[in-house]
């Protein structure tokens, strides 16, 4: 009899667990095998195949973060990492190097296949309604595109396959399943993740999307419409992206006016001090008053619970100790309680030096605080220190209980997405309008000359997805308190100057800023890679791309000579890892 395999972490067993009290059937042991006719009867199986799905995704944080951050220029090697790990920092990957396998991925997308087919009998035999299908096959199939997109950004040429397989290595045969051109993988990823029946979040108060252990759900799944976004933007379809995008800033804009509503996904500030992420000072110009208690720093301490997490992450997955899968983040990135295989390179640490903060009281600070928010030096090691803070004290330098693991996996903010709908904003000629959000927001952009802005701070002469109102009038008439009033834009959040653009190449200079500001702000959270590689890509310029990871490479001691065959390879676009398992 044909068997299912059910991969889940224990923690999403927990979240089973609380859909039906003491149904029994979610109480399930890791790699236990399930006749198939006992599974898939009810939306609680139903469940239980999407839960084991994302169990089974959180196996691949590692491999992602390296991928994505090691191959490029913020993250360099130490002297605990492996060969495999100087592999893939110096663009010399063997077949057998297991960070750049895909099967892991490949896998996962099998996974998903079966589940896809599965939900297709189901909702034809009356098993669930068709809104459960819906939001459960859109979540499942737009997982599997994202899974898909990381394979072609990494792997180039790869099968797109969408049937169920018996066992992952048949997809090694290139007779049955050709490699299809990375240009033709995301036309096949945007016809399927478009044509998916349901793209907003699991409704509130559905069974996926619920409070357990502390835990609100809602957070774990993919967000479609960052993936549509994401997909258009590679595509180069620039006003659909910012479509997309631009729906997801917007999701709070609903009902009364409130901190939620001028805050969630707008960087907008809410409430006082540094609690809305500011970068902040006690006493102003004063680089010994900066503020780590509060602020931008606890984006990334936050409770699940919280309002300053609720409104920076769009997606992320929980890493605790009372459950598998056991944190590899800690594995990777701490010198305490971890193995300590990668850290901050020299590049990230110069790029920062390179910026200067507002000017305050006494003068500017001439380096970007971002650097000691987001690293320490431990034991005199630097050490990136994103998916540490809720097992390292910012404060202590110590683990705050060397048996409690906890963290998370950080996967989509509303940096990612206001920078790339900045990226596709200036690309469809909207140059000032992005450079406002990079910068020091929409008001800043659109300053008013007078006390009356009637005019200003707006831009709602543009057609959507490009028409802003932020006005904001103080206490001047008339009086006006519009949607985006309080956007800070990215550097202002950050305490930035704003950046000057030269008039005569203005659509190239913002864009390379906005990745540049990519490296300073999302550092070490998975994308630096993919947003390296979709400027060459789009300008034909592989210099964007192979001059950031000589300047790493030469920086990190290696000889001239391993750092300029880095260089040649990707040169001649040769930016793909083997696809050999």
Known sequence: ??????????????????FAGCKKVFDIKPEEQLDESNAYQNVYDADAAVVGIYGKFMGLAEQYVVLNELRADLLDVTVNSNESLRQLSTHSVTENNPYASPKPFYELILNCNDVLEHFKVMVAEKKMTEDQFNQRYSDVGALRSFVYLQLGIHFGSVPYITSALKNVDEVKNAG????????????????????????????????????????????????????????????????????????????????????????????????????????????????????????????????????????????????????KPDNSLIKLFSPIGGNYLVR????????????????????????????????????????????????????????????????????????????????????????LLAWGLWNGGIRSAYPNP????????????????????????????????????????????????????????????????????????NAFEGTRWADLLRIAIRRNDPAFIADKVYNKLIKSGISSGAASTARAKLMTKDYYLPFKW
């Open 176 to 323: 049955n399943f050709p490699r299809i051109p990375f240009n033709l993988l995301l036309d096949s990823l945007v016809n399927f993740t478009e044509a998916l029946p349901f793209k907003d979040v699991y409704p509130t108060g559905t069974n996926l999307n619920i409070t357990v252990d502390g835990f609100p759900t809602e957070k774990f799944y993919i967000n479609k419409r960052c993936l549509l976004g994401d997909l258009y933007l590679w595509k180069n379809d620039f006003v659909k992206a910012a479509t997309y995008y631009r729906q997801v800033m917007e999701v709070a804009t609903t009902g009364t006016a409130g901190e939620n509503y001028y805050s969630q996904y707008k960087m907008g500030w809410w409430g006082t001090g540094a609690a809305p992420h500011y970068v902040s000072y006690t006493r102003a110009g004063d680089a010994s008053s900066l503020i780590y208690n509060d602020g931008w720093r606890t984006m990334f301490e936050n409770t699940w619970t919280s309002d300053g997490f609720r409104r920076e992450w769009i997606w992320a997955l929980p890493f605790d100790s009372k459950f």
């Open 344 to 431: 901050p390179s020299q590049e990230i640490y110069d790029m920062w030096d390179g910026e200067t903060q507002r000017v305050a009281q006494g003068g500017s600070i001439p380096y970007d605080a971002r650097k000691l928010l987001s690293t320490m030096t431990i034991g005199g090691q630097p050490v990136a220190m994103k998916y540490l803070y809720n097992y390292i004290g910012w404060n202590t330098a110590s683990a705050l209980n060397p048996l409690q693991k906890n963290g998370k996996w950080f996967l989509y903010r509303q940096t990612h997405l206001h920078m790339r709908f900045s990226e596709a904003a200036n690309r469809a000629g909207k140059h």
């Open 450 to 521: 007078i006390s009356d802005v009637s005019l200003y701070h707006n831009t709602l002469w543009e057609p959507y997805p490009f028409n802003f109102d932020a006005r904001n009038s103080d206490n001047s008439v008339p009086y006006f308190r519009a949607d985006w009033y309080r956007n800070l834009g990215v550097r202002g959040r950050a305490n930035m100057i704003n950046v000057a653009i030269p008039a005569s190449d203005s659509l190239l200079s913002i864009e390379s800023g906005i990745i540049k500001e990519g490296a300073l702000e």
């Open 1 to 18: 009899m044909k068997k299912i395999k059910l991969i889940k972490s224990v923690l999403f067993a927990t979240l089973l667990l609380s």
